[in-house]
């Protein structure tokens, strides 16, 4: 079973910049398709971005492109969402998912909190 704790979360100003990782356990991850995800006040989880296996291809939803970046470090088994020029409107809950497809993400954190000051 592969298990993915988040970590980086915490509390930025409008502009800065945070790393969100993913960490896993239980199996590899590079052998997953990995997607951060995020849930803001009173919304529904909506998909940020994702990146391929190896690592070689990302996708970003258009209200985060150019600003976040994401990598993996197969050496820690882990996932990072690199979040720049935070607005006030990136604030949410992000969780990471993993999975054998972009359509069957079986394996999800239990997220991390981010809140951006204006």
């Known amino acids: 079973q592969l298990q993915l704790v988040e970590s980086g979360g915490g509390l930025v100003h409008a502009g800065d910049s945070l790393t969100l990782s993913c960490a896993a356990s239980?199996?590899?991850?590079?052998?997953?398709?990995v997607a951060w995800f995020r849930r803001p006040p009173g919304q529904e989880r909506v998909l940020v971005g994702r990146?391929?296996?190896?690592?070689?291809?990302?996708y970003f939803s258009d209200s985060v492109k150019g600003r976040f970046t994401l990598s993996r470090d197969n050496a820690k088994n882990t996932v990072h969402l690199h979040m720049n020029s935070l607005k006030p409107e990136d604030t949410a809950v992000y969780y990471c998912a993993a999975g054998p497809t972009y359509y069957t993400l079986d394996f999800w954190g239990q997220g991390t909190q981010v809140t951006v000051s204006s």
């Open positions: 239980g199996r590899t991850l590079s052998d997953y398709i």
């Open positions: 990146i391929t296996r190896a690592g070689g291809s990302t």
